[in-house]
């Protein structure tokens, strides 16, 4: 049976995130049919026990993913990526400042510095210095690493299309569509009661994720202001951001908005039980994992119109421009005045369950191997 290794950013565990989540139930998916797989954080692992890697978020860490393929070619092993990506600085102006910022570097800097690295002519604890400076020669390295890949699994035919005008990639064969999933037999609808300080809580407005600038939480506590609704954030401040983003939540809070932090899968299953509508404005998502988690549960779901959402969506979700406040409270209050209804959960049971990504993710390992031998 196939032996993979999989491997995402240095600092998933420290940093959930939806890609983290996605590699872990992918992983433990495959699992279950058979294949062997570990998890590697490293950049430069042994793979000879290994048939091949898979890699996870491509522009989060570019310049990580660029050594891994290195480190992989060099072992003569093939790589599938899952590039869960979409270009921020298309859509909101300050995502784009620092890719503006790193564009300004000659050509190949990031590629140089990798390299260099790769080749361990950096002492170690120079390595993340030079992350954080050079950390855009951004188009150039991202499409570097989809050359070296042998397939490229995006979450949706819209990522695909994005990433192939992005880079201009020559070699477009390589591309096979992964939907997202969610475990459909966690049971979100007969989940306990759900409790905030002691006292149950129903019919609330619930948006789950990191506290980050690109989930946008602050335009949603703007919108939700003087509604009387309702409103609690779950999710731990994000560690990147640098204007303190949770704190701007924070001040710009009401006594109607609840900050709580991570849970367990069971009491973020009775959140999402207990919530009218879920609500997540991002500036992109590709599709969230949480809508998808939120939905079957039975959860009228508000989601922002960017990125890969209404591929998955489609027309069971409220959309919502996520730069204007406007627009945010629009959908959630005509998603609040709605009925429930099974739909969305039918339509996600049919379509987006794990075991259907990993079978899928599964045929592209086989034929990669087979074009390999």
Known sequence: MIKVLMQNRMNMFERPGGDGTQLLKTKEYLEKM??????SLDL???????????????????????IRCLNAKKQGKPVVMSPIYWRVSEISPCHGLAEKINRSLPNGTLRRISSLIY?????????????????????????????????VLPNAKAEEEKIKKDFELKNTSKFHVVPNGVDIHTNYVKSGCFTVLGKPM?????????????????ALIKALKGTGLKLVLIGAESTKSKL???NLCKKEA??????????????LASAYHAAKVHALPSWYET????????GLAGCNIVATDKGSTKEYLRDYAWYCDPAKTASIRRAVLDAFSAEKSPDLRNFICKNFSWEQAAEKTLRVY???LMRNR
């Open 34 to 39: 058979g294949v062997t797989v570990d998890l």
């Open 44 to 66: 430069r692992p042994d793979l000879k026990k290994y048939d091949l890697v898979h890699i996870f978020h491509l522009d989060a860490v570019p310049d990580e993913n660029y």
């Open 119 to 151: 080749n361990q002519e950096f002492e170690r604890n120079k390595i993340d210095l030079a992350f954080r400076c050079f950390r855009l020669d951004f188009t150039g390295i991202v499409k570097e690493v989809l050359e070296l890949c042998d397939a």
């Open 202 to 218: 129903r019919d609330f407005v619930l948006c789950v994720g990191r506290i980050d600038d690109r989930k946008n939480q602050l």
């Open 244 to 246: 303190n983003y949770y």
């Open 254 to 267: 009401d006594n109607d908005v609840i900050f709580m932090d991570w849970m367990n899968s069971e009491s």
């Open 287 to 294: 599709p969230g994992l949480v809508n998808l988690e939120a």
């Open 366 to 368: 086989e034929r990669v």
